[in-house]
């Protein structure tokens, strides 16, 4: 009887161990599993990783403004959508308004090989132009591209590694503005910096309108920060109306020419609606933050799709929008027409 019950018991515990043995195989059979999925799916990941391409791109600003600032994010936000985040890194350089950085700066980004250069405003474009001629350039910011490249017949596409987006507003339309604003004024003087080729290409043009419309043009050009105060003086002395393009050294130095036309009550009109913001009036306005999107738009045609770049036209900017500083017109004492919208 015992030694029945024994091996009862023996065959028991046999059973016993090898139903243990079975679901501890079943476990670390289970775990194997996982863990060899979790290696093929990182192992997938690093493969997705090391095919994905990753863009180096520069970005050279010429000066620190409004303008210029919201381009650059435009054209990074527009970069990041398409590529996708992780998928693009910048190389964002300010050349604090110093034609002689941005030379620096985008050798750099040649001696670094980048995928794409973006040149934001006519001296860093200038800069990049003289420095490749095999990596990608696009301008943004540029008013004219026929007269910051020195290109005669203009076709509207620059032809080799360069193209990019104008920030050109209509200048007929502009000079209309100053005639619906001030039809009783005589005298417009025209502000800006001699040493930016693209502010004097518009006051040649816009010169030309408000000379058909009657008005005496004088031109008052600083050639740079340190005399901006002075000539805004000799500008307000002797002009009715003051017409400043889109210029970078204005666009830096707004509050000191405010400092001198708002006492004299003499109002600017301006090219852009940051230098409109600073000590203007009016502006016939563009977005620059949709400027820079349009340029990145291009950037991506080129980095993901292979778009020659030597092909791609010049892109403007879709819509103008009539724009007024109410601080400043209330100062003034002038009352916009009904269609223009005070800039927030």
């Not at 943004?140 to 005669?152: E, F, G, N, P, R």
Request: aromatic fraction near 6%.
């Amino acid at each position: 009887m015992k030694k029945a019950v024994s091996l009862m018991m023996a065959a028991a515990l046999t059973m016993g161990l090898a139903a243990c043995g079975s679901s501890a195989s079943t476990d670390t059979a289970a775990s194997t599993a996982d863990t060899a999925a979790s290696s093929s799916e990182a192992a997938a990941d690093s493969t997705a990783a090391a095919d994905g391409k990753v863009y180096n791109v520069g970005i050279c600003q010429l000066v620190q403004h409004e303008a210029l600032d919201a381009a650059t994010q435009g054209f990074k936000d527009a970069l990041t959508e398409k590529l996708g985040e992780g998928n693009v890194k910048f190389d964002e350089q300010n050349a604090s308004g110093d034609s002689a950085n941005c030379a620096t700066i985008v050798n750099g980004f040649v001696s670094n090989n980048v995928d794409l250069i973006l040149a934001n405003a006519t001296a860093p474009l200038q800069a990049a132009a003289q420095a490749t001629a095999d990596i990608p350039v696009l301008g943004t910011s540029v008013t004219d591209y026929a007269t910051a490249l020195d290109i005669s017949g203009w076709t509207g596409t620059v032809g080799n590694n360069i193209s990019g987006t104008s920030d050109l507003a209509p200048l007929d339309q502009q000079a209309a503005m100053i005639q619906e604003l001030f039809p009783d004024a005589k005298n417009v003087g025209l502000l800006y910096c001699s040493a930016e080729p693209n502010s004097v290409y518009q006051c040649d043009v816009i010169e030309g309108y408000l000379t058909e419309e009657g008005y005496t043009v004088a031109r008052y050009a600083f050639t740079d920060t340190n005399d901006v105060t002075s000539v805004a003086q000799t500008a307000a002395d002797n002009s009715d109306v003051i017409y400043i393009p889109t210029d970078n050294t204005a666009a830096s130095n707004t509050e000191a020419i405010a400092n001198v036309v708002i006492p004299a009550k003499v109002p600017v009109v301006a090219g852009e609606e940051g230098i409109c913001n600073g000590c203007g009036v009016a502006t016939l306005s563009i977005s620059y933050y949709d400027l820079g999107y349009a340029t990145g738009e291009m950037a991506a045609k080129i980095l993901a799709e292979g778009a020659d770049v030597s092909t791609m036209p010049v892109e403007y900017a879709p819509n103008v929008t009539k724009k007024y500083n109410a601080a400043n017109c209330e100062a003034l004492g002038i009352t916009p027409p009904a269609d223009y919208v005070a800039i927030d």
